[in-house]
């Protein structure tokens, strides 16, 4: 936990969502500490350019992995670092006995589509229900 990801993340996630801000100093540094999370960063000459985050917990049906929250600078983005990001939270997920790594992506992000597509990912035939604990 650093003031680097901390600036790094407030500068990111105004990229990846409108709606919702970045994380402060103490909710990152829970994400960070969580034995459910691989937070990934790729640098470009020392700075933080990119995240993403990988959620792996048991199931009775076996471990899941989750790919969440991938953003690449957008002055850096096509240089391949999004798909570097994401093959290595698979090779993380396969190494800790995930069979599958999901992720959703929003029809209107469509380069991140294609992105998912590259790395090997297929659209799959389900529901995705959501309950809103908050207003």
Known sequence: MTDELVEAFA?????LSATKGPPGREALAGIV???AITLLVARDG??????LTLAMFPT???IRAWIE???VEEAARGRGIGEALITEAIGHARAAGARTVDLTSRPARQA???LYERA???ERDTRVYRYRTQA
């Open 112 to 114: 991140a589509g294609r």
């Open 69 to 71: 929250d991938v953003v």
């Open 60 to 62: 009775p049906t076996g």
């Open 46 to 51: 020392g700075m933080i350019i990119g995240t």
């Open 33 to 35: 500490g969580s034995p």
């Open 11 to 15: 500068r990111l996630v105004p990229q």
């Open 120 to 122: 090997g990912f297929a």
